[in-house]
């Protein structure tokens, strides 16, 4: 009998220290996701997106500014634990077309009552993507009734061939 009471107990510390490695990831993750919302031309027509595998980051999601790529990237090495990063951030291509698509549907989004209070606050937590006309809305809304008036507003501008909502519902 206290043998099986010394080999459970070994066998839970094993599994703790098994554990143990995904809690210096939730570190990373959060430096990680400071750094690059703390990106000083980062904003909401950019979406930037990151996975953590052990001391490996890959970056994704699109920018409109050509020099927030490398910027993301050479703030996310200089994380202690970072090891390497996987650059696939894309840089949207230059289009008039699509500047006065997301100036529109800025308006169309945040300029709406039922929608406003997502415009409070620095980091606006709607990201709007535009690329060749097409549009893809990434991040947060309280609620899916929010989600579906998001996507409802955007497809409502003019010019847009396509809308993709990315929204998560949660607070």
Same mark, same amino acid.
């Given at each position: 009998m206290r043998f099986s009471a010394v080999a459970l107990a070994l066998f839970l510390a094993a599994a703790a220290l098994a554990q143990? /490695?995904?809690?210096? &990831?939730?570190?990373? @993750?959060? %430096?990680?996701?400071?750094?690059?919302?703390?990106?000083p031309y980062f904003n909401v027509f950019d979406?930037?997106?990151y996975k953590v595998e052990g001391d490996r980051v890959t970056l994704l999601g699109a920018v409109t500014r050509?020099?927030?790529? /490398?910027?993301?990237? &050479?703030?996310?090495? @200089?994380? %202690?634990?970072?090891?390497?990063?996987?650059n696939q951030i894309e840089v949207l291509p230059p289009s008039p077309?699509?500047?006065?698509?997301?100036?529109a549907l800025f308006l169309s989004i945040y300029g709406y009552p039922a929608l406003?209070?997502?415009?409070?606050?620095?980091v606006k937590p709607i990201h709007i993507v535009v690329k060749n006309g097409n549009v893809a809305l990434e991040g947060v809304v309280d609620t899916e009734s929010d989600k579906d008036l998001v996507t409802m507003r955007a497809k409502g501008v003019s010019g847009v061939f396509n809308v993709t909502n990315n929204l998560?519902?949660?607070k």
């Open positions: 143990a /490695p995904n809690k210096p &990831n939730s570190r990373i @993750e959060k %430096e990680v996701r400071h750094h690059l919302l703390s990106l979406n930037l997106e050509p020099s927030l790529k /490398p910027d993301a990237e &050479n703030t996310v090495k @200089e994380i %202690e634990g970072v090891e390497s990063v996987n077309m699509d500047d006065q698509l997301r100036r406003e209070r997502y415009a409070l606050g620095v998560k519902v949660g």
